[in-house]
Nanobody
Framework: QVQLVESGGALVQPGGSLRLSCAASGLTFGSFYSMGWYRQSPGMERELVADIRTAGDTTNYADSVKGRFTISRDNDKNTLYLQMNSLKTEDTAVYYC????????????WGQGTQVTVSS
C-alpha cells in the first residue's frame, strides 16, 4: 500500500521560507513516473505547484512560484521536498504531495496535506 505523508507546514511571515517534506512508503521512488506538489486554497481548485519526473529529473513549476520554490528528492530517504522562499500571502494553502505510477493503468497517490499560512 502506497502512503505519502507530508510535513513542514506552518505559519510564516511574508518573505519567509519553509521546506515541506513528503515521505513515501510502499513503493520506491524509481517505481513512480513523477512526483509533485499541489496546493488548494479555500474556494479554489487544486493546482500544480511543481513536479519532477523520475526519469531524468525534469522539473516543472507553476509560473507563480518560479524562482522562489525548488522541488527536489532524496532517493535514499524516499522523500520529496519543496523548498519555498520569499513566501507571499497568496501562497497560503493546503499543500498536497502527489505521485503516480504506470502499471496496467495509471495509479495516482495523494498525501493528506499540510497547511501553509503566510501572514504577518
Amino acid at each position: 500500500q502506497v502512503q505519502l505523508v507530508e510535513s513542514g507546514g506552518a505559519l510564516v511571515q511574508p518573505g519567509g521560507s519553509l521546506r515541506l517534506s513528503c515521505a513515501a512508503s510502499g513503493l520506491t521512488f524509481g517505481s513512480f513516473y513523477s512526483m509533485g506538489w499541489y496546493r488548494q486554497s479555500p474556494g479554489m481548485e487544486r493546482e500544480l505547484v511543481a513536479d519532477i519526473r523520475t526519469a531524468g529529473d525534469t522539473t516543472n513549476y507553476a509560473d507563480s512560484v518560479k524562482g522562489r520554490f525548488t522541488i527536489s528528492r532524496d532517493n535514499d530517504k524516499n522523500t520529496l521536498y519543496l523548498q519555498m522562499n520569499s513566501l507571499k500571502t497568496e501562497d497560503t494553502a493546503v499543500y498536497y504531495c502527489h505521485a503516480n505510477s504506470l502499471g496496467t493503468t495509471w495509479e495516482n497517490y495523494w498525501g493528506q496535506g499540510t497547511q501553509v499560512t503566510v501572514s504577518s
